[in-house]
């Protein structure tokens, strides 16, 4: 006799299982319509692979598995697929879910099944797959893929398999009946499960109160290593964790599987359809249920089709729908009560029982908990109910997580002794179910505020790298932008386009001193692009004045400010002009460009002019039509790009700048004094804007007075030392190159200084437009251009000592 | 068909609250008897008297707290708080003293805790320690003279004494106790010598030993039906009986361990009142700690203590303790290394 142990608690209820047994298994029949839930295992619901008005044999896959965890769906007989819809499954609330409708034709038509002669010439790999493919999911309730189950994780190794036999619930007999009949099925599917497992033992655990299926199951073992374990009959000892415990004294770990303690357990009914999908190919298309309770005239166990509607099955055993006050999936102590009997039989409905009043009444209205501790006596899994109840009750949910309440099996034997009548399975499904949510809600509001925090950092990051972007930009940004933006807009700001303008007139002057012709090009282009918008402007105001629109008054500025705009454009034109003729005169090469260079500035002057438009069209669409704005764009950066290498081409054809008498320092002077110019007229501008458009900022207001100020000593001094340069000039014509690579280097130093304070003009306003809010990035900025005026002031003045010298020595 | 929407489990065993409270009723019985045989007709009136006062009580309250009065009186407890009060109560208490104990044990101490299973205190030694010491004297030295000593008076003369005072010569029919004679007079008095005074009789206390093996008979009754565990009565007994047998070896200077164990309320504390379920510990350690600890503390207060008998003060003592045990004894549940102790959360 083989050693056994005790579970602590359990009881001993009416065991009601004789009523069923009186009969051997009837088959049900087959019934009209077959519904097969997609789900009838844990895991991931089969998907169907038939099409409606398909037919179908009596064992063709109708859906299939879907992923790893999931088993695939057969045809429980042949017929008709008629629809895929949802329809009411097994489930305690009534759900509903997909389910394949079979119309049965009533031939039972098998397809072709393989059988398997000699299991053992298969790998443990093909009987497993074969398994899965033959859609058995564990027939004892739970439903887990059974293929899954017996390839365990990370490779354990079974020393035991056990098989539950002990079916320890009350009324049902549908294992008892299976082994009573079909001994040889079970034993043999517990020979396939030990080839793939190759446990040291293998055990059926079967309660003493079932003799007959004992001897069966003894008679059909004789010949093998399966050793027969009679244990006493307790409820629930046929609860995985407790038979483990009785057969093996072991108890499976707080959150582990059987498999880690090297123990298998797999109910009889899966091991008979191992069998049968091994042994003759057959897949699980039909279950023994039985049908029992008070409220059946011939309770018996039936071989039913999957899918079945259970008012059918019921039926087959004579159903008094008038007596029954509650049908039952499942036994009396863990099975759920119906809300209908519309629905089908699935893999693990082990059994239906339609009971009495008489036989279940109502229960009696709940009395206070004396802590008697009848319901701790019972209770398989050592827990204390009642205090469980206590927290359940006050909604002290930490402490009833502290009491192990997810060690409850729910097997109800606490309700059942509890003489209070308390429904305490019920207050631990609430706790459980409030703990659920709870953690959910928390997992959800941790994710919110990892996502709070994650966006923090990421906006945080991203202006730092903005930042730095934009100081790496500003640098490219300073030449390119000044290439291409600048230009384009320069004539509905022609703030930006001075200073585009100054900050590539200072790159050409790098490569060689520019034709004044290309300025000239451009301030003509930056008059036309003026007149152009206030044409287009005029004309909106117009519109907007005939609808009477609230845009009129904002039109009517827009008017005035580029009126100014276009005045400045004409004036800096005309300044150009008057310059341009002066510089011609010294340096009358440079106003003998090739024909081609005419030509190139016409094309140029086209152009700009297209791209003006395109400006024009894409800043008026960009509130209203994004998308079009954006469309645009690529034609304007197109457009951009081809200017380039107009101007490109025309500085190739322009002559280079004859380098002779003065021309060099003059045409630089001259350049500063235009420079200085535009710059004061920029400043002007801004400064007039500024009053205009914000009376009360009177820091800026100041701050801009301050710069036009400024601006108009540089302009002096620029004008100033031009002078003095072309007195030089005309004084010692032939000497004015005595010292030119110092003045060279000097006047570089200004140029970079230049440059460079345009370029933080450029920031400063940038930032001002974009961020004005951000006080202490603007201060920073204006401190830096303040600084940059400082060093350029610097440079300047070292040039003109410089310059004074020079003189002074050829003096 | 309509059919029933109800969650596991369908089934139901038989048990009842109402069942459990007449099973303690039943138990009581011999010991009862045993009392009315040796102390006389008084013994029934007190409970007869509790009784009645405990369930126009609880009515009375329950209809207060709206709740409905019959299905609560119909548990029993009521009952059995008036039972115990009363079987513990000297035969000749006057009807105003047994009032004020049960009135007070129904009211204060059960319902306006929150009645049956919300009370931290065992309601009927709530209501005996209120007598105790608010009326010592007649709690104390009144007890009833063993009828084999004297010729009790009959029924309607006790009732008369009872409700009127009049009738009876209290000091011809009452005497000390065994244990309060052996505590007292073990000083002067030899064992022998005491062993010889006729409150002892002739086995180990006169009519008491009878009165708690009668009521240890119900005790074991209980346990058979399994309304009680036997963690409490054992360890409280064992307890109990270590005491006497280490501390008090010598009966010459202390009360000897027969005398603790079948005199005064020890059975009766054990198995009726120790083992009160609500306000108990509820682990199977902890009923053996708590058990424990109300046997320690009997020996304590009746050897030292100013009263002759302590079951009240040590019950209520460890009503104290109860869930502080029961927070460091659950049980190891399936599957876990080791039990969860305290109150901290587990890792």
């Not at chain 1, 209203?624 to 690529?634: K, T, V």
């Not at chain 2, 019950?315 to 460091?328: G, S």
């Amino acid at each position: 006799m083989r050693q056994t142990w005790d579970f602590h608690g359990g009881i001993h209820p009416p065991e009601n299982k004789t009523q069923s047994t009186q009969q051997s298994i009837r088959k049900a029949g087959i019934p009209q319509y077959l519904y097969l839930p997609l789900s009838q295992h844990i895991g991931q619901p089969a998907a169907p692979v038939v099409a409606i008005g398909q037919q179908v044999k009596k064992g063709d896959m109708i859906a299939e598995a879907v992923g790893p965890v999931s088993v695939p769906v057969h045809a429980p007989t042949s017929g008709t697929v008629i629809a895929i819809e949802d329809h009411q499954v097994p489930h305690p609330s009534g759900l509903t879910d997909s389910c394949i409708v079979i119309e049965t034709d009533g031939l039972d038509e098998w397809k072709e099944c393989i059988p398997c002669e000699n299991y053992e010439e298969l790998e443990p790999a093909e009987i497993l797959e074969r398994v899965r493919q033959a859609g058995i999911a564990g027939l004892g309730g739970a439903g887990f893929p059974t293929a899954i189950k017996l390839h365990p994780p990370r490779n354990d190794k079974v020393n035991s398999l056990i098989l539950n036999a002990a079916e320890c619930e009350p009324y049902i007999t549908a294992d008892d009946m299976l082994m009573r009949e079909r001994a040889h099925e079970v034993i043999g599917g517990l020979e396939i499960m030990a080839f793939i497992l190759q446990p040291e033992e293998c055990l059926i655990g079967i309660e003493d109160n079932k003799p007959e299926a004992v001897a069966a199951l003894r008679e059909a073992a004789k010949d093998t290593q399966i050793e027969i374990v009679v244990i006493p009959t307790k409820y629930p000892s046929g609860g995985e964790k407790q038979l483990i415990k009785i057969l093996t004294g072991l108890e499976v770990p707080n959150g582990h599987i059987p498999a880690d303690i090297g123990v298998m357990c797999q109910n009889v009914g899966t091991s008979a359809a191992v069998y049968r999908a091994i042994r003759h190919g057959e897949p699980l298309v039909s279950r023994i249920t039985t049908v029992t309770g008070e409220a059946v005239e011939q309770p018996a166990n039936f071989e039913t089709l999957l899918g079945t509607p259970l008012s059918f099955l019921l039926n087959q055993a004579g159903f008094n729908a008038a007596k029954a006050s509650r049908v039952l999936m499942g036994g009396p102590m863990m099975g759920f009560a119906l809300t209908s009997t519309d629905i089908p039989v699935v893999k693990t409905t082990n059994c239906l029982l339609a009971a009495t009043q008489k036989e279940f009444p109502e229960p009696p209205p709940e009395q206070p908990c004396i802590r008697c501790g009848m319901c701790a006596e019972a209770c398989p899994a050592e827990l204390l109910p009642q205090q469980l109840f206590w927290f359940a009750k006050a909604q002290e949910f930490e402490k009833a997580e502290m009491h192990n309440l997810f060690d409850c099996i729910e097997c109800g034997a606490c309700s059942y002794v509890c003489p209070s009548s308390i429904p305490l399975v019920q207050y631990y499904r609430y706790s459980k179910s409030q703990i659920r949510i709870a953690r959910l809600d928390q997992e959800k509001s941790d994710k919110a505020r990892e996502r709070f925090e994650f966006r923090q950092t990421r906006l945080q990051r991203e202006q730092e790298e903005k930042e730095a972007k934009r100081k790496a930009r500003a640098e490219a940004a300073a030449k390119a932008q000044a290439a291409r933006a600048a230009e384009a807009q320069a004539a509905e700001d022609p703030k930006k386009a001075a200073v585009a303008e100054a900050v590539k007139r200072a790159q050409a002057k790098r490569q060689q001193q520019a034709a004044p012709e290309v300025d000239l090009a451009e301030l003509e282009s930056n008059v036309q692009k003026a007149k152009d918008k206030l044409t287009k402007v005029e004309a909106s105001l117009q519109q907007a004045e005939a609808e009477q629109s609230d845009m009129a008054e904002k039109l009517r500025n827009a008017v005035a400010k580029n009126r100014d705009r276009l005045a400045f454009a004409e004036q800096a034109l005309a300044d150009a002009r008057k310059q341009s003729s002066d510089t011609s005169t010294t340096a009358s090469s440079a106003s003998l460009p090739a024909q081609d260079s005419e030509q190139l500035q016409r094309s140029i002057k086209r152009q700009e002019d297209k791209i003006a438009t395109l400006q024009n069209a894409i800043n008026d669409t960009r509130n209203s039509d994004p998308d079009r704005a954006n469309q645009l764009q690529p034609t304007l950066d197109k457009s951009l790009a081809r200017l380039a290498e107009l101007k490109a081409a025309l500085g190739a054809t322009a002559p280079d700048t004859p380098e002779e008498q003065a021309g060099p320092d003059l045409e630089q002077l001259q350049s500063q004094v235009d420079k200085a110019k535009d710059k004061l007229a920029m400043m002007q501008g801004m400064l007039e804007e500024a009053q205009a458009e914000d009376p009360v900022d009177d820091a800026k207001v100041s701050k801009l007075t301050r710069a036009v100020e400024k601006n108009h000593e540089r302009l002096a001094a620029a004008e100033k030392s031009l002078k003095n340069a072309k007195q030089q000039a005309q004084q010692i014509p032939g000497q004015a190159k005595s010292s030119p690579e110092e003045l060279e280097a000097l006047r570089n130093n200004i140029d970079k200084a230049r440059d460079k304070l345009v370029m933080m003009q450029g920031m400063l306003e940038e930032a001002q437009a974009e961020s004005p809010t951000d006080e202490s990035k603007i201060a920073k900025l204006t401190r830096a251009v303040e600084k940059n005026q400082e060093r350029l002031k610097a440079a300047e003045t070292a040039y003109q000592n410089a310059g004074g010298e020079s003189v002074d020595i050829v003096n | 068909m309509a059919l029933l929407q109800i969650t596991s489990p369908h089934l139901r065993g038989t048990n009842r609250t109402a069942s459990v409270m007449q099973w303690v009723l039943l138990a009581t019985l011999p010991g009862f008897v045993a009392l009315i045989w040796f102390f006389g007709w008084g013994v029934l009136i007190n409970v007869a008297w509790a009784v009645l006062l405990a369930i126009g009580a609880e009515a009375t309250v329950l209809r207060l707290r709206k709740r409905p009065v019959m299905f609560y009186l119909s548990d029993y407890s009521a009952l059995v708080t008036a039972v115990l009060l009363g079987l513990a109560l000297p035969p000749f208490t006057p009807w105003w003293v047994t009032a004020v104990g049960v009135l007070f044990a129904i009211v204060i101490s059960k319902q306006l805790y929150g009645g049956l299973g919300s009370n931290p205190f065992n309601p009927a030694m709530v209501g005996y320690a209120l007598l105790l010491v608010s009326f010592p004297v007649e709690m104390t030295t009144h007890w009833a003279t063993p009828s084999t000593l004297a010729v009790q008076p009959d029924f309607l003369q006790t009732l008369t004494y009872i409700f009127t005072g009049g009738g009876v010569n209290i000091d011809g029919v009452t005497m000390a106790t065994p244990l309060d004679t052996y505590k007292h007079q073990v000083d002067i008095l030899t064992r022998e010598e005491l062993t010889q005074l006729p409150v002892f009789g002739q086995h180990v206390a006169l009519g008491w030993e009878w009165v708690n093996l009668g009521f240890l008979a119900g005790g074991l009754a209980l346990l058979w039906r399994k309304i009680i565990t036997w963690h409490i009565p054992v360890s409280m007994l064992l307890s109990l009986t270590a005491c006497s047998l280490i501390i008090g070896w010598d009966p010459d200077q202390y009360t000897p361990v027969s005398i603790h164990l079948l005199s005064g309320a020890t059975m009766l504390g054990a198995f009726f009142i120790a083992t009160d379920p609500v306000t108990a510990a509820t682990s199977r350690l902890g009923k053996l700690y708590y058990g424990a600890g109300i046997g320690i503390l009997v020996y304590i207060i009746r050897t030292w203590g100013g009263y002759p008998d302590a079951v009240a003060f040590a019950v209520l003592l460890m009503n104290f303790a109860a869930p502080f045990l029961d927070h460091y004894t659950k049980p190891r549940t399936y599957g876990h290394r080791k039990a969860h102790r305290g109150i901290k959360k587990a890792d």
